[in-house]
Structures are given as structure tokens and as C-alpha cells.
Nanobody, 126 residues
Framework: QLQLVESGGGLVQAGGSLRLSCEAS????????IGWFRQAPGKEREGVIC????????TSSDSAEGRFTISRDNAKNTVHLQLSSLTPDDTGVYYC???????????????????WGQGTLVTVNT
């Protein structure tokens, strides 16, 4: 069974950058679509960005476009999320998630995802 563990969260100043990691065990991450989601305080969880298996096609939310990038490190069975130009609105718990569907590209909507990590907290100060 696929298990996901996020890391890399922390406190950062507005305008700064962070790199989050999602390390998998129990299966090969490259066989799965991987998504990153975040939940801001008092708000519902939202999709940020995802990367498709096989094609590595990426789909971003409007808020992430141009600022966040997702990449795979297959040798380490890990997916990274590079956050840049951070603002206080980016504060929240960031989750990685995975699902398997070789017939389509990834969708950044949580109902598609079967496996979830525990989350890592990102706090952006002014």
C-alpha cells in the first residue's frame, strides 16, 4: 500500500521560497498522479497543482500558476513542490496525495485521490 510523507514546511517571510517534499513508500510513485493540496486556517482544502504519471503533464490552480512548480525525483521516489514569491495567503497545511489512472491526466480535485500524507505546515509572515 502506498504511503506518503510530506516534509519541508516551516516559517518563511513574504516573498520567500520553500521546497516541500512528498516521499513515498510501498509502491512506485511514478505510477501515480500526484497532487498537492493546501488547507488554510478556517477554509476548505483546495487543489494547488498536480503532475500526471507517464506524461508528467502539470496542472496548476490560478493561485499557483507561475509561482509553484512540481517535479518528480524518481530515484528517491519523491515529488517536490517548489513554492516561490510566497504571500501570507499561502499559509496553510500542505498535503500531497496520489491516485492511479493511466487513462487520463491528473486532476487537482481531492475526490480523485486515494492516498494522502499527513500534511506539512507552511506559515508565511508579512
Amino acid at each position: 500500500q502506498l504511503q506518503l510523507v510530506e516534509s519541508g514546511g516551516g516559517l518563511v517571510q513574504a516573498g520567500g521560497s520553500l521546497r516541500l517534499s512528498c516521499e513515498a513508500s510501498g509502491d512506485t510513485l511514478n505510477d501515480y498522479h500526484i497532487g498537492w493540496f493546501r488547507q488554510a486556517p478556517g477554509k476548505e482544502r483546495e487543489g494547488v497543482i498536480c503532475i500526471s504519471s507517464s506524461t508528467d503533464r502539470k496542472t496548476s490552480s490560478d493561485s499557483a500558476e507561475g509561482r509553484f512548480t512540481i517535479s518528480r525525483d524518481n530515484a528517491k521516489n519523491t515529488v517536490h513542490l517548489q513554492l516561490s514569491s510566497l504571500t501570507p495567503d499561502d499559509t496553510g497545511v500542505y498535503y500531497c496525495a496520489a491516485y492511479h489512472d493511466p487513462q487520463s491526466d491528473c486532476m487537482p480535485f481531492e475526490q480523485w485521490y486515494d492516498y494522502w500524507g499527513q500534511g506539512t505546515l507552511v506559515t508565511v509572515n508579512t
